[in-house]
């Protein structure tokens, strides 16, 4: 089974960049998009990240995704972080046989 | 504007069985993928089933192949997920999502489904 391995939690202050990676098990993790969500308490997710690099309508540029082959692995980029990114982010791909996989969730602290 | 709004969601006991439904709208439910997302309290996002676009092709994770089934009604713009078989570990909130291209760009607000004696 394709796994995503995901930091548990990753802790930063405001105003500075953070990096969140997803490494991919098995096979080549450029095979499949990425898509990267971000999900507050309480509250469903959102998509800040599809297609590896690409952001929907209303995500600030200050989020970036991107795609490292050499160590198959995925990574969210947060620049100028603000409390408000506090947050829990997950990747999310797909598996191979009709299926998708999340990563299992990093937790962002802005302190 | 499109609202995906779970339902069907409660306590039930080991063994029991559950119907989860998700009813669209603001979208042509007829033309998009669904699928069920579950996230236990406290746990990450873990992917559950899909389902095509007019209903003749199914997935399913293993955790829940053989005893969830999911289903949709174009006519009704209603997904559902009949869940039998139920186990403590299938505790979690339940979200309904609609595929968009490879990602899940609208999600419902969640159900939450609460297997316990």
């Known amino acids: 089974n394709f796994i995503l391995t995901q930091p548990h939690s990753v802790s930063e202050s405001p105003g500075k960049t953070v990096t969140i990676s997803c490494t991919g098990s098995s096979g080549s993790i450029a095979s499949n998009y990425v898509q990267w969500y971000q999900q507050r308490p309480g509250s469903a997710p959102t998509t800040v990240i599809y297609e590896d690099n690409q952001r929907p309508s209303g995500v600030p540029d200050r989020f970036s995704g991107s795609i490292d082959s050499s160590s198959n692995s995925a990574s969210l980029t947060i620049s100028g972080l603000k409390t408000e990114d506090e947050a829990d982010y997950y990747c999310?791909?797909?598996?191979?046989?009709?299926?998708?996989?999340f990563g299992g969730g990093t937790k962002l602290t802005v302190l | 504007e499109v609202q995906l709004v779970e339902s069907g969601g409660g306590l039930v006991q080991p063994g029991g069985s559950l119907r989860l439904s998700c009813a669209a709208s603001g979208i042509t439910f007829s033309t998009f993928w669904m699928h069920w997302v579950r996230q236990a309290p406290g746990k990450g996002l873990v992917w559950v089933s899909r389902?095509?676009?007019?209903?003749?092709?199914?997935s399913y994770a293993d955790s829940v192949k053989g005893r969830f089934t999911i289903s949709r009604d174009n006519a009704k713009n209603t997904l559902y997920l009949q869940m039998n078989s139920l186990r403590a570990e299938d505790t979690a909130v339940y979200y309904c999502?609609?595929?968009?291209?490879?990602?899940?760009?609208?999600w419902g607000q969640g159900t939450l489904v609460t297997v316990s004696s």
């Open positions: 999502a609609r595929q968009w291209e490879p990602m899940f760009d609208y």
């Open positions: 999310q791909s797909y598996a191979g046989s009709n299926r998708e996989v």
């Open positions: 389902i095509n676009s007019d209903g003749s092709s199914t």
